[in-house]
């Protein structure tokens, strides 16, 4: 097993050499030609089952593509799977995972928070499965007898909540669980090393990296990936293989740019910790935003999403949102540029209110996602917005008191004695 820097500058690419070329070749076909057709017909039945040989013909675009397969290889090794199966978007990805873990009709237990997308999948009803909304500490007791799957997302979208893989694993039993490792990166965190059963990436934020590819991807087993390809077969989910080159071509960078993304995101963090203008600060290198030492025992860093509360609420947010220069206003995450959102305007929209407030996805609250730029430059930026949404500025002479406390799940974390600022 090669170190993660070399795995996503080589993986996916064995074949090279041997095929004469140095960047992975765009097959854009959309049929194949058949030699014989005894041998398309043993083609055709290996695909429909779900196989991935890239030995045998394609026959249809639909069952199987080379280039998409390219990436689906480097995947699999960063996440230390047997396999990878990419899919159009993120939430087609969770789509596919729970059409193949049998879950229309039955129950699934997932913990809040989850991308907003993903919430409103499951709290909707649209795919028919009863939802049970657990916390970390409240999964075992949650499990039915036809429970088919445990959906987790940590560090969670938005909040950067951190949740214990290994504990989910282990109060999960025999139901399988699922690990949206979108916001960690597989350079951060392996859930299938941690027990988990699948890992699931939107692959449209940081294994993009550059805010012009949709996709998703699973990381399972072979077994399991066999399950999720005749979903993707049976229901056309499928990754365009122009898709495929990019997200290849940028896997090569991915090691980079989160390390360089985070390095600015801890420091940002930190800063903010001491804004006078805001309120809460949430990044999992903040001791209080990780009690349990989660970060430590789980992952590798603590990643490029934070988030803070600005003084002042809704409008002191939208205020920020307005007021960036440098800042890109903008919904997703994981770009090489710096994006600010505001989740319960915009992300986080379609989440039930009340699911909304138990979460602590305020009306103050804003997402960063921090991207490589110069962090000074990031600084000001965020300073001057801040200063126009709050009269408060770092530069300036009011000094407010030191906050580092996150926006976290009420009863998961208690609740620091003096923390928080007079009303
Ligand atoms: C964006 C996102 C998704 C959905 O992915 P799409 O590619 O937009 O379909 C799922 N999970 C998380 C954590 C996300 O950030």
Request: hydrophobic fraction near 40%.
């Given at each position: 097993m090669t170190g993660i820097e070399t795995t996503v500058v080589h993986g996916g690419?064995?074949?090279?050499?041997?095929?004469?070329?140095?960047?992975?070749?765009?097959?854009?076909?959309?049929?194949?030609?058949?030699?014989?057709?005894?041998?398309?017909?043993?083609?055709l039945d290996h695909l429909a089952d779900g196989g991935g040989d890239?030995?045998?013909?394609?026959?249809?675009a639909r069952l199987h593509n080379p280039t998409v397969a390219r990436w689906e290889r480097g995947i699999a090794e960063l996440e230390r799977a047997e396999a990878a199966v990419a899919f159009g978007s993120g939430m087609a990805a969770i789509t596919a995972t729970l059409l193949a873990a049998g879950a229309i009709g039955r129950h699934v237990v997932a913990i809040r928070p989850l991308y907003g997308g993903t919430d409103h999948l499951l709290a909707s009803g649209l795919l028919h499965i009863r939802t049970t909304w657990a916390t970390p500490d409240?999964?075992?007791?949650?499990?039915?007898?036809?429970?088919?799957?445990?959906?987790?997302?940590?560090?969670?979208?938005?909040?950067?909540?951190?949740?214990?893989?290994?504990?989910?694993?282990?109060?999960?039993?025999?139901?399988?669980?699922?690990?949206?490792?979108?916001?960690?990166?597989?350079?951060?965190?392996?859930?299938l090393t941690l027990g988990a059963t699948w890992a699931l990436h939107s692959a449209t934020k940081a294994l993009g990296g550059h805010g012009d590819v949709i996709a998703g991807v699973?990381?399972?087993?072979?077994?399991?990936?066999?399950?999720?390809?005749?979903?993707?077969?049976?229901?056309?989910?499928?990754?365009?293989?122009?898709?495929?080159?990019?997200?290849?071509?940028?896997?090569?960078t991915l090691a980079l740019r989160v390390r360089a993304a985070q390095a600015n995101a801890t420091e940002l963090a930190r800063r903010l910790a001491t804004h006078p203008g805001v309120l809460r600060v949430s990044h999992p290198s903040l001791p209080s935003c990780d009690q349990r030492g989660i970060v430590a025992r789980q992952m590798d860093g603590p990643g490029s999403l934070l988030t803070?509360?600005?003084?002042?609420?809704?409008?002191?947010?939208?205020?920020?949102?307005?007021?960036?220069?440098l800042l890109i206003p903008a919904v997703s995450?994981?770009?090489?540029?710096?994006?600010?959102?505001?989740?319960?305007?915009?992300?986080?929209?379609?989440?039930?209110?009340?699911?909304?407030?138990?979460?602590?996805?305020?009306?103050?609250?804003?997402?960063?996602?921090?991207?490589?730029?110069?962090?000074?430059?990031?600084?000001?930026?965020?300073?001057?917005?801040?200063?126009?949404?709050?009269?408060?500025?770092?530069?300036?002479?009011?000094?407010?008191?030191?906050?580092?406390?996150?926006?976290?799940?009420p009863d998961q974390l208690p609740e620091p004695a003096g923390a928080g600022r007079p009303a």
């Open positions: 690419r064995e074949d090279l050499r041997r095929l004469g070329v140095h960047t992975p070749p765009l097959d854009r076909s959309t049929t194949y030609p058949v030699r014989t057709l005894a041998e398309g017909t043993e083609d890239p030995h045998h013909s394609p026959i249809y409240t999964v075992a007791e949650a499990i039915e007898d036809d429970t088919v799957l445990v959906l987790v997302e940590t560090p969670g979208n938005p909040t950067l909540t951190l949740v214990d893989i290994r504990d989910v694993v282990a109060q999960a039993g025999d139901v399988p669980v699922l690990v949206d490792n979108t916001f960690a990166t597989p350079i951060l965190q392996r859930p699973v990381a399972t087993s072979e077994a399991r990936a066999r399950d999720l390809r005749q979903v993707r077969v049976a229901t056309g989910a499928l990754l365009d293989p122009q898709a495929a080159a990019l997200l290849h071509r940028s896997l090569q803070f509360e600005v003084a002042g609420g809704l409008e002191a947010a939208g205020t920020v949102m307005e007021s960036v220069r995450l994981g770009a090489n540029d710096t994006l600010i959102e505001h989740p319960a305007g915009l992300t986080h929209r379609v989440v039930d209110p009340s699911a909304l407030a138990s979460t602590g996805i305020g009306p103050g609250l804003l997402r960063v996602s921090v991207g490589v730029e110069d962090v000074d430059d990031l600084w000001a930026d965020l300073d001057q917005a801040i200063a126009v949404a709050t009269g408060f500025s770092v530069h300036g002479a009011v000094q407010g008191p030191e906050v580092e406390r996150c926006p976290a799940v």
